[in-house]
């Protein structure tokens, strides 16, 4: 790699799901002073967001840098008006991988540009041909890896491919820091094998969210992805279901509809029960001693693992009886 050359560094958190990125020059003393400020850290579900919308646009993008590959020998206004057009596509873009590659085809553009018009070969037809060579085999690797479903294939659990890849690494050590990077190729076939090994090694695959529906990277069949907003709704979804759950348990529902029968009961006393704070107040001690012994009668059964029967049965419907006699004591009372 030459020198001050711009190059791409990566990082794969499969502890936290994300990606630590930093983009520098192929410059030492540059890498020994790069800080927090220059990482992009970017989770895995956006990775694979990010890498989906890539691809599904791929066309669109495609034919403007075909254009610009065209033109970069050509005369100046066209080639500045098509260059104008993909910086408009790379600056509003706020997908990693558009930008990344906007920007590295961009330098390599620029600079051709450049060698073309300081070395005079716009009327030399091999200077020309050789000039865009190489930009054209760097565009050609790019589509040939964005083209190959193999490389997106996180949910794979097809044939064996064997393939042999090499690539840099760079250590950055001392001052507390002993951080490992693996510089990406320009067509970032290395970063896609590495970020789709993580996937496999953490077993995830490819989910749908169930409240936002976005697509998101999870254990199989997972429902919710990990935004702060969808965890919340799924959080009181579980908290409530548990709830639910308890309410409708095989011994908990005698007891909820034991508490329901009495509290139906409350609403149709006589007002002259209502009006008298004493009655009213013996009618709730009641209501707990009434409670307490269908909770007794409920553990027995938990206990003995035994499950509801007529023996239960009965019993319910005696509190049943025994909270009406009650309520009729209380009314005559009251007259």
Same mark, same amino acid.
């Given at each position: 790699? #030459?020198?001050?050359?711009?190059?791409?560094?990566?990082?794969?958190?499969?502890?936290?799901?994300?990606?630590?990125?930093?983009?520098?020059?192929?410059?030492?003393?540059?890498?020994?002073?790069? #800080? =927090?400020?220059?990482?992009?850290?970017?989770?895995?579900?956006?990775?694979?967001?990010?890498?989906?919308?890539?691809?599904?646009?791929?066309?669109?993008?495609?034919?403007?840098?075909?254009?610009?590959?065209?033109?970069?020998?050509?005369?100046?206004?066209?080639?500045?008006?098509?260059?104008?057009?993909?910086?408009? %596509?790379?600056? %509003?873009?706020?997908?990693?991988?558009?930008?990344?590659? #906007?920007?590295?085809?961009?330098?390599?553009?620029?600079?051709?540009?450049?060698?073309?018009?300081?070395?005079?070969?716009?009327? $030399?037809?091999? !200077?020309?041909?050789?000039?865009?060579?190489?930009?054209?085999?760097?565009? %050609?690797?790019?589509?040939? &890896?964005?083209?190959?479903?193999?490389?997106?294939?996180?949910?794979?659990?097809?044939?064996?491919? +064997?393939?042999?890849?090499?690539?840099?690494?760079?250590?950055?050590?001392?001052?507390?820091?002993?951080?490992?990077?693996?510089? +990406?190729?320009?067509?970032?076939?290395?970063?896609?094998?590495?970020?789709?090994? !993580?996937?496999?090694?953490?077993?995830?695959? &490819?989910?749908?969210?169930?409240?936002?529906?976005?697509?998101?990277? =999870?254990?199989? $069949?997972? &429902?919710?992805?990990? !935004?702060?907003?969808?965890?919340? &709704?799924?959080?009181?979804?579980?908290? %409530?279901?548990?709830?639910?759950?308890?309410?409708?348990?095989?011994?908990?529902?005698?007891?909820?509809?034991?508490?329901?029968?009495?509290?139906?009961?409350?609403t149709k006393l006589s007002s002259g029960v209502l009006d008298n704070p004493l009655l009213v107040e013996r009618f709730d001690r009641q209501r707990k001693v009434f409670t307490a012994f269908m909770t007794e009668k409920l553990s027995e059964y938990e206990m003995d693992h035994r499950l509801p029967d007529k023996e239960l049965d009965a019993?319910?419907?005696?509190?049943?009886?025994?909270?009406?006699?009650?309520?009729? =004591?209380?009314?005559?009372?009251?007259?």
């Amino acid at each position: 790699m #030459s020198k001050n050359k711009k190059i791409l560094l990566y990082r794969i958190d499969e502890q936290a799901k994300n990606v630590i990125f930093v983009v520098t020059e192929d410059n030492e003393s540059v890498w020994r002073n790069i #800080s =927090g400020d220059a990482y992009s850290v970017i989770s895995f579900d956006d990775i694979f967001r990010d890498i989906t919308e890539f691809r599904n646009g791929f066309l669109d993008y495609e034919q403007l840098t075909d254009e610009l590959i065209g033109a970069i020998n050509g005369r100046a206004a066209v080639y500045s008006k098509i260059l104008e057009r993909f910086d408009d %596509n790379r600056l %509003n873009s706020f997908n990693f991988f558009t930008r990344y590659y #906007s920007d590295t085809l961009r330098d390599l553009f620029t600079e051709t540009r450049k060698n073309i018009e300081k070395a005079g070969a716009f009327l $030399n037809t091999r !200077a020309l041909k050789k000039s865009t060579e190489h930009v054209s085999e760097v565009f %050609n690797h790019i589509r040939e &890896v964005m083209r190959d479903d193999w490389n997106f294939d996180f949910n794979s659990e097809s044939d064996i491919k +064997a393939f042999r890849l090499s690539f840099d690494k760079i250590i950055i050590r001392g001052n507390d820091r002993n951080d490992i990077y693996t510089v +990406a190729d320009t067509a970032l076939v290395n970063f896609f094998y590495d970020f789709s090994f !993580a996937i496999h090694k953490l077993k995830l695959y &490819v989910c749908d969210c169930k409240y936002c529906s976005q697509k998101f990277l =999870g254990i199989r $069949n997972s &429902v919710c992805c990990d !935004a702060e907003e969808c965890q919340n &709704v799924y959080q009181r979804e579980i908290k %409530n279901a548990k709830r639910r759950s308890r309410e409708n348990s095989t011994y908990k529902i005698y007891s909820t509809r034991l508490s329901n029968y009495i509290g139906q009961q409350k609403t149709k006393l006589s007002s002259g029960v209502l009006d008298n704070p004493l009655l009213v107040e013996r009618f709730d001690r009641q209501r707990k001693v009434f409670t307490a012994f269908m909770t007794e009668k409920l553990s027995e059964y938990e206990m003995d693992h035994r499950l509801p029967d007529k023996e239960l049965d009965a019993f319910y419907d005696k509190m049943k009886q025994d909270v009406m006699s009650f309520v009729y =004591g209380l009314e005559a009372e009251a007259e």
